[in-house]
């Protein structure tokens, strides 16, 4: 079992940056990893993801956000430029991510995220 810790979040001004990281423990770290978002009163939706070292991205977030993957360290890193106050949410990473360009995954746990605000 895989235990997620996502920290990294905090307070910005738009136009801003932050580098939000999920470090992994455990076994079966999968090769298919994402970020997830959820603002506040709305649901939470796929940000980024990467499988097979193919990216996805939602269209909201395309060319200011990146992920990367650091497999030896068991790591997976949300960089995320030029921050709109529509970004503001709590990230969320996952690991067992079953299509990456739909952002669907096999189960629906979750850790407790790293809280992103973005002021105008």
């Known amino acids: 079992q895989v235990r997620l810790v996502e920290s990294g979040g905090g307070s910005v001004q738009a136009g801003g940056s932050l580098r939000l990281s999920c470090d992994a423990s455990?076994?079966?770290?999968?090769?298919?990893v994402g970020w997830f978002r959820q603002a506040p009163g709305k649901e939470r939706e796929g940000v980024a993801s990467i499988c097979s070292r193919w990216a996805y991205y939602a269209d909201s977030v395309k060319g200011r956000f990146r992920i990367l993957q650091y497999k030896s360290v068991k790591m997976v890193v949300l960089q995320m430029d030029a921050l709109k106050p529509e970004d503001t949410g709590i990230y969320y990473c996952?690991?067992?991510?079953?299509?990456?360009?739909?952002?669907?995954?096999?189960?629906?746990?979750w850790g407790q995220g790293t809280q992103v605000t973005v002021s105008a």
């Open positions: 455990g076994d079966n770290f999968s090769d298919n």
């Open positions: 996952a690991t067992d991510l079953k299509q990456c360009s739909t952002f669907d995954r096999w189960s629906d746990s």
